[in-house]
């Protein structure tokens, strides 16, 4: 089975910039989606395909993917950015996420 | 407006089953695959299954394997998760969740239904 590798935890200022990295063997070669998820709230997606980023999701959420890492990028991050962020690819028919990164803003 | 409801979540006893549903409206479901997702507490988010859009395909997660099954009624806008045999491990919230376009291992999960709650304790 293929696995994504998160940091439990990623912590950044207020308006500094947050990089929330997701590990898998060659997942250069995939397609990484992003999803952020808030306390009861449904997963959204942030990011698709590696750095495409859905209309109504703000510029400051970027991807970048290549090798055997894809990363996650907030630009100024805001006090309503702190949530839990997953990464997500397609293996085999399967759906695999990474263990999700819990994001604070300070 | 596209939507995906679930319902049927509850509180059952190991070893029972369970039966969750996931109402389509606002697209041509019946050109979608749909992916079942769970949030277990205090932790992160696990595939569940997948079924393709004309219920050709099923596939599952090892960890229900053989418990679980996937179906749809494309006539009723519906997706069903038979959950057999339930186990403590199963408590989660259960999510349906469609993927952007058509090719169903190629978009990301656009659109998530708000969430079923199951809860699996004796």
């Known amino acids: 089975s293929y696995d994504l590798t998160q940091p439990l935890s990623v912590s950044v200022a207020l308006g500094q910039t947050a990089r929330i990295t997701c590990r898998g063997t060659n997942i250069g070669n995939k397609n990484v989606h992003w999803y952020q998820r808030k306390p009861g709230q449904a997963p959204v997606m942030v990011i698709s395909r590696d750095t495409n980023r859905p209309s109504g999701i703000p510029e400051r959420f970027s991807g970048s993917n290549s090798g055997n890492t894809a990363t996650l990028t907030l630009s100024g991050a805001q006090a309503g950015d702190e949530a839990d962020y997953y990464c997500q690819v397609y293996d085999s028919n399967t759906v695999v996420f990474g263990g999700g990164t819990k994001l604070t803003v300070l | 407006q596209v939507q995906l409801v679930e319902s049927g979540g509850g509180v059952v006893q190991p070893g029972r089953s369970l039966r969750l549903s996931c109402a389509a409206s606002?697209?041509?479901?019946?050109?979608?695959?749909i992916h079942w997702v769970r949030q277990a507490p205090g932790k992160g988010l696990e595939w569940v299954a997948t079924?393709?859009?004309?219920?050709?395909?099923?596939y599952y997660a090892d960890s229900v394997k053989g418990r679980f099954t996937v179906s749809r009624d494309n006539s009723k806008n519906t997706i069903y998760l038979h959950m057999n045999n339930l186990r403590a491990e199963d408590t989660a919230v259960y999510y349906c969740?469609?993927?952007?376009?058509?090719?169903?291992?190629?978009?990301?999960?656009?659109?998530w239904g708000q969430g079923t709650t199951v809860t699996v304790s004796s």
């Open positions: 606002g697209f041509t479901f019946r050109s979608y695959g």
């Open positions: 079924i393709w859009y004309d219920g050709s395909n099923k």
């Open positions: 969740a469609r993927p952007q376009g058509l090719r169903i291992y190629y978009y990301a999960l656009d659109v």
